[in-house]
């Protein structure tokens, strides 16, 4: 009983700890590439800004399944309990989407412009026993070379 | 052949409608990377082996689509979408699906 308490307890320390590093860590990275790939407009338009001179177009994507730590997968099925915002879902969900963006930008970094752009998000293991909680995100859009 | 996600291609003229053309996969982590990844469900973070796997099955389904549009005599596909479904526990299916045309 105690052992197993114990167990517990450190999984939760491990999970707080390494589940924060990273996370500081990769919205670090993400603020970095975000403001290099300023440049290139994505918009969820359908049809591009103006149609002269257009040499191709293409479709370009980029996806990321992105894990949750241990302590958050503990807090969030407290919060389910008492209800309210999942706070530490939010930024899990935020983090994959805006890293699936940055893939998809990296994946054409030479286009003029990307338009129509989706985003998908599932979740991949969801009926699984002693699920894993992931979410995979996809972005989707149409590169336009000029 | 050229694959958009928007409904024309700019400054080309549809010429030919073919219909929908699909394509889809059903794909299973082996053992190892579950448990990899079940291990990374302590840490967080980015689930690497999934991505991939993700990524090459995708792959695969456009693969499918872009062959069955070939064999339509098709020489673009607009309008592609992506959709994704977990089938059974820990196998997921990728569908993609477009309209086959022919561009001038």
């Known amino acids: 009983m105690i052992f197993e308490i114990s167990i517990f307890l450190i999984l939760l320390l491990i999970g707080y700890i390494s589940g924060t590093l990273i996370e500081k860590r990769h919205y670090k990275s993400i603020r970095e590439r975000e403001e290099e790939l300023k440049a290139l407009p994505t918009t969820t338009h359908k049809r591009p800004l103006y149609e002269e001179d257009i040499k191709s177009c293409k479709l370009v ?3 990321v399944v992105i894990s949750i730590d241990y ?3 503990f807090l969030a099925s407290l919060i389910n309990f008492f209800g309210g915002n999942i706070s530490s879902y939010e930024t899990l969900i935020d983090r994959a989407r805006r890293e699936a963006i940055l893939r998809l930008k990296e994946d054409a970094k030479d286009a003029s412009e990307i338009i129509n752009l989706r985003i998908e998000t599932s979740s991949i ?12 995100v996809l972005a989707f859009g149409t590169a336009i070379y000029r | 052949m050229l694959i958009t996600n928007i409904e024309y291609i700019p400054n080309r003229e549809i010429i030919e409608h073919f219909g929908i053309v699909s394509g889809s996969t059903v794909r299973a982590k082996h053992v190892g990377r579950d448990m990899m990844a079940g291990f990374k469900n302590i840490f967080g973070g980015e ?7 993700l990524t090459e099955s995708r792959e695969e389904a456009m693969d499918r689509m872009i062959a069955q549009a070939q064999s339509l005599g098709a020489n673009a596909i607009l309008n592609v979408r992506f959709s994704t479904s977990s089938v ?13 045309v022919v561009i001038r």
């Open chain 2, 88 to 100: 059974a526990a820990g196998a997921s299916e990728l569908y993609v699906y477009g309209t086959a």
């Open chain 2, 47 to 53: 689930l690497k082996g999934y991505t991939e796997l």
């Open chain 1, 71 to 73: 302590f958050k997968k």
């Open chain 1, 61 to 63: 994507n980029g996806s």
């Open chain 1, 125 to 136: 293991t969801k009926n699984t026993k002693n699920s894993v909680g992931a979410v995979e």
